[in-house]
C-alpha cells in the first residue's frame, strides 16, 4: 500500500479517536457538572427560624450579661492539618412538633489521608460550653446543640448554623472545622430508604423498644436487622433504655453499615444512589471542592479504616473528663455536661492524628 494512503488512514482513525475521547470527556463534565447541580447549597436555604419567644427560652438570660470567649484569647489555638479534611455532617431535627430546630446530631467525619482513616467524632448534644460570639451576638455558655439554631435564626440560612457549630468546635476543642453537611431528619429516612435499607445488630433491648415503643409499623428481633427509613432514624434516636453515649454509637453504627454498603457497589449503583440522595443534601462546599475532594477519596474508599469516639470522652477511658450538673435551662432545672475542655481537645486531636 501507498505509504500517503497508509498515514492518511493512520491520521484519519486518530482523528476519529480523539473526537471519541473529546466526546466522552465533555459529555463527563456535563454529567459530573449535572450532579453536583443536584445539591442543596447552605447560603441559599433558609430554615424555619426561632421565636423571639424560643429564643429567649434558650438563651435564658440577656446577652450581654454573660461573658463571651474566642479562639485568639482563649486555650486552645485552632489546629489544622493539610492531611486532615473534617467535615460536620448535622443531623437537623426540626418538625412541625419540635419548633427549637437543635442540631440532634453532631457527627465530625475527618479523614486523614496519610492514614487512610476515617475517624467518627460524636459531640453529645447536652455538652455545656461556652458558645461562640457569632453575627453580633454574645456567645455565653449552652449546650453545644443550640449553636445549629442560633446560627440559622441570626443568619436566617442553614450556612449560618453550620458555621456557628464549626466555630463553637473550633474554640472549644482546637479542631478546624473545613466543612457540614446538613441533613433533616426526613431526608435521613429518605437516604436510608434510597440504600435499601441498613443492616444493625439489636439489642434484646433495642429490639423490644423499637417493636413496642417507638410507634412505627414492624416487629424486631436481637440479631442482625434490615432497618428502613424511620426504623432506622427510630433507631439512631434511641435513648430512653440507656443513654446519649450509646445513642450516638448507634449513629456512628449506622454510618458505619451504609460505608461498607457503598464499598461494594457498583458504578451503575452508585450513580443511581447519588441522583436520588444528592437533592437531599445541603452543604457549605463549593462544586469546586467537592470534585478535589472526590479525586482525592474515591481511591481510598475501599481500603479505609474506620475508627470512631465520643465528646466529651468517658471517666473510663479518660479520668476526670466530664461530669454532670443541674442547671436552669429552658426555663427549668435541666441536667448538662461539663467536661475537662482542655483534656478532651488533646484526646481528640490525638485521636484524629494532628500534628
Same mark, same amino acid.
Given at each position: #500500500?501507498?505509504?500517503d494512503k497508509k498515514?492518511?488512514?493512520?491520521?484519519?482513525?486518530?482523528g476519529?479517536?480523539? !473526537?471519541?475521547?473529546?466526546i466522552?470527556?465533555?459529555?463527563?463534565?456535563?454529567y459530573? %457538572?449535572? #450532579? =453536583?447541580n443536584? $445539591?442543596? @447549597?447552605?447560603?441559599?436555604h433558609?430554615v424555619p427560624?426561632l421565636?423571639?419567644? /424560643?429564643? +429567649?427560652?434558650?438563651l435564658?438570660?440577656?446577652?450581654?450579661?454573660?461573658?463571651?470567649?474566642?479562639?485568639?484569647?482563649?486555650w486552645?489555638q485552632?489546629?489544622?492539618?493539610?492531611n486532615?479534611?473534617?467535615?460536620?455532617l448535622?443531623g437537623?431535627? &426540626?418538625?412541625e412538633? /419540635?419548633?427549637?430546630? =437543635?442540631?440532634?446530631? #453532631?457527627?465530625?467525619?475527618?479523614? %486523614?489521608?496519610?492514614t487512610?482513616? =476515617?475517624t467518627?467524632?460524636?459531640?453529645?448534644?447536652?455538652?455545656?460550653?461556652?458558645?461562640?460570639a &457569632?453575627a453580633?451576638?454574645?456567645g455565653?455558655r449552652?449546650r453545644?446543640?443550640?449553636?445549629?439554631?442560633l446560627?440559622?435564626?441570626?443568619?436566617r440560612?442553614?450556612?449560618?448554623?453550620m458555621? #456557628?457549630?464549626?466555630?463553637c468546635?473550633?474554640?472549644n476543642f482546637?479542631?478546624?472545622?473545613?466543612?457540614s453537611?446538613e441533613i433533616?431528619f426526613?431526608?435521613?429516612?429518605?437516604i436510608?430508604?434510597?440504600?435499601?435499607?441498613? +443492616?444493625?445488630?439489636?439489642t434484646? /433491648?433495642?429490639?423490644?423498644?423499637?417493636?413496642?415503643h417507638?410507634?412505627?409499623?414492624?416487629?424486631?428481633?436481637?440479631?442482625? @436487622? *434490615?432497618?428502613?427509613g &424511620?426504623d432506622?432514624? *427510630?433507631? *439512631?434516636?434511641i435513648r430512653?433504655?440507656?443513654?446519649?453515649?450509646?445513642?450516638?454509637?448507634r449513629?456512628r453504627?449506622?454510618?458505619?453499615?451504609?460505608?461498607?454498603?457503598?464499598?461494594h457497589?457498583?458504578?451503575?449503583e452508585?450513580?443511581?444512589?447519588?441522583?436520588?440522595?444528592?437533592? $437531599?443534601?445541603?452543604? +457549605?462546599?463549593t462544586?469546586?471542592e467537592?470534585?478535589d475532594y472526590?479525586?482525592e477519596l474515591?481511591?481510598?474508599?475501599? +481500603?479505609i479504616?474506620l !475508627?470512631?469516639?465520643?465528646?466529651?470522652v468517658? %471517666?473510663?477511658?479518660?479520668? %476526670?473528663s466530664?461530669?454532670?450538673?443541674?442547671?436552669? =435551662?429552658?426555663?427549668?432545672?435541666? &441536667?448538662?455536661?461539663?467536661?475537662?475542655?482542655?483534656l @478532651?481537645?488533646?484526646?481528640l486531636?490525638?485521636?484524629?492524628?494532628?500534628?
Open positions: #500500500m501507498n505509504p498515514r492518511t488512514k493512520l491520521l484519519i482513525v486518530v476519529i479517536l480523539l !473526537a471519541v475521547l473529546l466522552g470527556a465533555i459529555a463527563a463534565v456535563i459530573w %457538572n449535572h #450532579m =453536583l443536584l $445539591l442543596g @447549597n447552605a447560603s441559599e433558609t427560624t421565636s423571639q419567644e /424560643e429564643l +429567649d427560652a434558650i435564658g438570660t440577656e446577652e450581654t450579661e454573660i461573658p463571651t470567649t474566642s479562639p485568639e484569647d482563649t486552645p485552632v489546629v489544622s492539618d493539610q486532615i479534611t473534617n467535615i460536620m448535622v437537623q431535627n &426540626y418538625r412538633d /419540635e419548633p427549637h430546630k =437543635l442540631s440532634d446530631t #453532631m457527627l465530625l467525619c475527618s479523614i %486523614n489521608r496519610e487512610h482513616t =476515617l467518627m467524632v460524636s459531640f453529645l448534644r447536652d455538652l455545656y460550653v461556652p458558645l461562640p &457569632y453580633g451576638h454574645g455565653g449552652n453545644i446543640n443550640v449553636c445549629y439554631a446560627g440559622s435564626t441570626w443568619t440560612s442553614s450556612e449560618g448554623g458555621e #456557628m457549630l464549626a466555630k468546635i473550633e474554640q482546637g479542631v478546624h472545622v473545613d466543612h453537611i433533616s426526613d431526608t435521613f429516612a429518605e436510608i430508604n434510597a440504600m435499601d435499607g441498613v +443492616d444493625v445488630v439489636l434484646e /433491648e433495642e429490639a423490644q423498644y423499637l417493636t413496642d417507638v410507634g412505627y409499623v414492624g416487629s424486631f428481633q436481637e440479631g442482625e @436487622n *434490615a432497618l428502613m &424511620y432506622a432514624l *427510630a433507631y *439512631a434516636r430512653k433504655i440507656d443513654g446519649d453515649r450509646q445513642r450516638a454509637e449513629q453504627a449506622i454510618v458505619t453499615s451504609l460505608i461498607e454498603k457503598c464499598r457497589m457498583g458504578i451503575l452508585l450513580h443511581n444512589l447519588a441522583t436520588r440522595i444528592l437533592p $437531599l443534601i445541603i452543604t +457549605d462546599m462544586s469546586e467537592i470534585t472526590l479525586w474515591i481511591p481510598m474508599v475501599k +481500603d479504616q !475508627a470512631s469516639l465520643t465528646i466529651p468517658s %471517666n473510663d477511658i479518660l479520668p %476526670n466530664v461530669w454532670g450538673k443541674i442547671i436552669d =435551662l429552658y426555663g427549668y432545672e435541666s &441536667y448538662v455536661l461539663e467536661c475537662n475542655l482542655q @478532651n481537645a488533646e484526646y486531636q490525638n485521636a484524629l492524628g494532628m500534628e
